[in-house]
């Protein structure tokens, strides 16, 4: 048996004289719809096989179909005789068109039996010279089809061997869509060993040293793997140590890497060919010299085994060193190689004699993930679904690896800049372009953790309306709460929400350990607090100690109130005391809290819609009431109504006993309380993803710096698939409520990933008046109907936007590349989402 291997995708030739066998040999080893037949298709356009004048035609439409076939990414074969040049040279090229490799199956039978199998089919009118003339022209091919362009040429000889053979199918080597990660996708290293250590190290992973004490490899306790984008070698300090680390890391299957333009040139150089010693090739060259033997006789090997790009977890990544457009992922040709290893440019040059790049990225549209380096950025920024993650470490930027399939971005900074780059890699600020409308305009598509995220016109404009009018400046608007979904309807009796329905929706999740958190009824507040003014002026380019807005972006103290600077400054003073700055490494903090009371922001929410409304019914129902009961006394049998009343009496009093408790007298911040519950980010850090318990923590420690300002939240952290735990959250959020309290929040102790909830609300049910009507409780059943999904999933929605924006902003992202995330969380509230949820 002889086994013909050939690329899982390719344009397969079948090459072979009339009466070969190559339909029969097509039938057996490939499923009808890859053969592409020529009979077939003379057949199509001229209603007989052997018209041969319909050839011409025929190949027409058949080179068509494969063309759109190999577009589509879907083997291809053709059933034609081939034997001729000119015919093989049409699907040499329609392979190069579509990226795809060329192969050709040669059956080599005798002429003598090809001329038998003939003259037994009746449909064949031809003469013997015809075979004769193909059998000469079939041996001239078998010495030029390598020259041709086949990158595989697989020769059958005799029918026992045609008969016996088998197609096997291998992949590319650029797919793994097999490794699902998670990945640690590092940008350029360009020979900065010490900073790709820190970064390792950062990101979890444990260095394997050799007898030397050297980096020879790096493992994570996870089982993550690392995935180089290039460019590991030149400009930098060095690159042998880079590349003893990195081919360790590869050979064990702790890391993939492809090949970035400098190894390209690396490799010619070491094998002899002519290159410019340029760009810190000299360097590299100059450090080899000087390194092990053993070390510089493994490099060729390896630099030779990279290949241009990777395609992994199903399709859904796609890792090159410049970047690769769709129509190139997974494909195999030297164009897709030129691509992933010096991206596409427009022939100019810019102001510093560079290559002016064609920016690909801003039109790409593919469903898969690019995540690429080779040209530095300042900080890496999502454009649609690509990222860059090189920022210039060897340039004295910082080493920059993007965490798959969290989105999330770790960096570390260089210890110097070793290399002078010919264009600044920080644009001047006057350079930079700002916030544009067209950013934020119109329907758009944005890349999240959580997913796609679209946002339609129309919410747009809503958001557009809110932003333009009443925001604050929106270099602070860095990051909007997501809103919140209730846990699961309750089938307990009297009950809409209850602790036992919103542990087990975690439970269905997969979530092992739950903080049931104590529900402050107050109003919304987000926090930038500044170490100081030249911080704020730093950071977010405004000479201020920072702000504080609603969910919404609007001052929260309304613009420029004194009660913004002087909150600021006592929550500045306490998180000094902390010590926070220093621990946290950072100038300014982004907090997420509410502000007690409910009154110091709703006062005139609470006047016109539920003090209203209990006024009116604290006078009507009662003398109704009293009526009824007059009317019973004299004989009249009213007891249904009577009881009725009786109890909208009862309702409305409940409800304004209600709303009553989260209201209190405020004189400045006195009879003001602040109860944070996030550290969301600080200069170079995004938290909102650490465990919930280690942001409550930090909270208490700036409740004890000022506790006539600062609350902390009480809490409790169960199992939510322990009886007796469930049984203790339901035990204490009974004592919650029962003492005038919302309820609680649930939430995962720990990242539970994009698509499980953030957090759930339990509301209380005496609350439940207040967003349900004071006598809710008599429509129980009919309000258990309620839908969530449409709820949940824009909490998903809004929560994947923030922490995208947070991811940005602790990248050092541009106001332009946040802002964008933080505007479409304000678009998704214009969703049409029951208010009561």
């Known amino acids: 048996m002889t086994t013909v291997t050939i690329p899982d995708l390719c344009l397969v030739a079948l090459v072979g004289i009339s009466g070969s066998g190559k339909s029969t040999f097509a039938r057996r080893q490939f499923a009808p719809t890859q053969v592409l037949s020529s009979d077939a298709f003379r057949a199509l356009v001229a209603d007989d096989e052997n018209d041969q004048s319909a050839s011409a035609e025929a190949f027409d439409a058949l080179h068509y179909i494969a063309g759109k076939r190999l577009r589509a990414g879907r083997l291809t074969v053709v059933d034609a005789t081939n034997v001729q040049a000119h015919a093989r040279k049409a699907l040499v090229e329609l392979a190069r068109t579509h990226d795809v490799l060329p192969v050709a199956i040669v059956l080599d039978v005798p002429e003598g039996e090809c001329w038998e199998r003939t003259q037994l089919r009746p449909d064949r009118d031809f003469g013997r010279q015809v075979l004769s003339r193909q059998h000469r022209d ?87 793997t690392a995935v180089f984008v290039g460019d590991l070698v030149d400009r930098g300090p060095d690159s042998p140590g880079v590349l003893r680390l990195v081919m360790g890391m590869v050979a064990v299957g702790h890391a993939l890497c492809v090949s970035g333009n400098h190894e390209a040139k690396l490799l010619r150089k070491l094998r002899g060919g002519t290159v410019r010693v340029t760009h810190g090739l000299q360097e590299t060259l100059d450090q080899l010299d000087a390194a092990d033997a053993q070390l510089v006789d493994a490099v060729p090997a390896f630099l030779d085994g990279l290949i241009s790009h990777y395609v992994l977890d199903g399709g859904r990544l796609v890792v090159a060193h410049a970047g690769l457009k769709e129509a190139y992922h997974g494909r195999a040709s030297g164009r897709v190689r030129a691509f992933a290893l010096y991206g596409d440019t427009t022939g100019e040059t810019d102001e510093y004699g560079l290559p002016v790049r064609y920016p690909w990225a801003q039109e790409y549209k593919g469903a898969a993930t690019v995540v690429y380096g080779h040209t530095p950025v300042p900080s890496a920024e ?13 340039f004295g930027g910082a080493l920059t690896a993007l965490r798959y399939p969290s989105r999330e971005l770790v960096s570390v900074p260089a210890v110097r800049a070793y290399y002078e780059p010919v264009r600044p890699l920080v644009v001047p600020a006057a350079e930079e372009r700002g916030l544009d409308l067209a950013d934020v305009t119109g329907r758009r598509t944005l890349v999240t953790p959580a997913g796609r995220v679209t946002v339609v016109a129309e919410n747009a404009a809503a958001a557009l309306e809110v932003m ?105 003073a306490a998180v000094d005391a902390a010590g926070l700055w220093e621990e946290l490494g950072t100038d300014w903090l982004l907090l997420d809290g509410e502000v007690l009371p409910w009154s110091a922001k709703a006062e005139p929410l609470i006047r016109e819609q539920y003090a209203s409304v209990a006024a009116a019914a604290g006078a009507a129902l009662p003398v109704a009431h009293a009526a009824l009961a007059a009317a019973a006394r004299r004989g009249i049998d009213v007891t249904a109504l009577e009881s009725r009343f009786a109890g909208r009496v009862s309702s409305i009093a409940a409800f304004t006993e209600v709303y009553r408790r989260y209201c209190w007298p405020t004189d400045g911040l006195s009879g003001l309380r602040l109860a944070p519950f996030h ?26 710096a000022d506790p006539s300002l600062i609350a902390t939240t009480r809490r409790l952290v169960v199992d939510p698939a322990s009886p007796a735990d469930v049984e203790a959250a339901t035990r204490w959020w009974l004592e919650l409520t029962g003492a005038g309290g919302e309820g609680m929040v649930l939430k995962p102790a720990a990242d539970a990933g994009p698509r499980v909830q953030p957090a759930l ?37 809004e929560q994947g936007l923030g922490l995208a924006a947070l991811d940005a902003l602790a990248a050092g992202g541009s106001a332009r590349a946040v802002h964008q995330l933080v505007f479409a969380i304000l678009a998704c509230e214009s969703e049409p989402v029951d208010p009561r949820l």
């Open 138 to 224: 079939l041996r001239r091919s078998l010495r030029s089809l390598g020259r041709e362009g086949f990158r595989q040429v697989h020769v059958l000889h005799g029918t026992a061997e045609v008969d016996a053979a088998v197609v096997a199918y291998q992949k590319l080597y650029n797919d793994k869509k097999e490794l699902t990660g998670p990945f640690d996708i590092i940008g350029d290293v360009h020979g900065c060993r010490e900073e790709l250590e820190r970064l390792l190290a950062r990101l979890g992973y444990t260095i394997d040293r050799d007898a030397h004490g050297r980096p020879a490899g790096a493992h994570h306790p996870d089982g993550r």
């Open 382 to 394: 999502w454009v649609n679904n690509t990222i860059c993650v090189d920022t210039g470490c060897v």
């Open 468 to 572: 333009s009018r009443f925001a604050v400046d929106p270099r602070w608007l860095v990051w909007l709460p997501p809103t919140m979904a209730p846990a699961s309807t309750s089938t307990v009796e009297g009950y809409l929400e209850h602790p036992v329905e919103a542990l087990a929706d975690y439970v269905k999740a997969g979530v092992p350990r739950v903080v049931c958190e104590e529900k402050h009824m107050g109003s919304r507040a987000v926090l930038v607090v500044c170490r100081s003014d030249a911080a704020g002026l730093r950071r977010f380019g405004i000479e201020a100690g920072g702000t504080i807005y609603t969910r919404t972006g609007r001052p929260f103290f309304g613009a420029g109130s004194p009660l913004e600077t002087m909150m600021l400054d006592r929550v500045r």
């Open 679 to 704: 550290v969301l980010a600080g200069e170079g850090n995004s938290y909102l993803r650490q465990d919930h318990e280690w942001h409550l923590a930090l909270i208490d420690r700036l409740a004890v």
């Open 761 to 797: 609300k339990c509301r209380g049910r005496d609350y439940l008046r207040i967003i349900y009507g004071p006598d809710y409780l008599s429509r129980l059943d009919r309000l258990r109907g309620r839908g969530l999904q449409r709820k949940r999933g824009l909490a998903l929605r």
